[in-house]
């Protein structure tokens, strides 16, 4: 039975949300310096941004789910997760140097993509939060 739930389960974390979060987008322009090093670290301090957003929201979503919902969205969450960091290992295994940065803006950009999703879930009625297009 859990092949089945998964095969149910993954698919819906794979769909695209509204706000279409991006690789190297303006989030990543500001990071744009002159060496690997301080690039990797500005990417990684805009991914604990999102990522601080990202845990308010589902706690908040969490909180306001009726009791049926909080089984599937922590375990929707915890799958997410799973998926976020085998898909940024991918590109973390690259060759050369800018296989750090690839990783890094990659996990910033779908923890972002993540928290717009939450968020939007959170508000049923009125457009985006801000960063989420």
């Given at each position: 039975m859990k092949p089945l739930y998964l095969l149910l389960v993954?698919?819906?974390?794979?769909?695209?949300?509204?706000s279409h979060a991006q690789m190297f987008n303006k989030d990543y322009e500001k990071?744009?310096?002159?060496?690997?090093?301080n690039i990797v670290d500005c990417?990684?301090?805009e991914t604990k941004k999102w990522d601080a957003r990202?845990?308010?929201?589902?706690?908040?979503?969490?909180?306001?789910?009726?009791?049926?919902?909080k089984a599937p969205l922590k375990s929707a969450q915890r799958l997410w997760i799973q998926y976020r960091d085998a898909n940024c290992g991918?590109?973390?295994?690259?060759e050369g140097s800018i296989s750090q940065i690839n990783?890094?803006?990659?996990?910033?950009a779908m923890t972002?993509?993540?928290?717009?999703?939450?968020?939007?879930a959170n508000r049923y009625e009125g457009g985006p939060m801000a960063g989420c297009q």
């Open positions: 993954v698919p819906a974390l794979l769909v695209s949300t509204s990071c744009n310096q002159s060496s690997t090093v990417v990684n301090k990202l845990n308010k929201s589902y706690k908040a979503l969490m909180e306001r789910s009726d009791e049926t919902q991918f590109y973390a295994n690259g990783a890094a803006e990659c996990t910033r972002q993509e993540r928290t717009c999703e939450i968020e939007a």
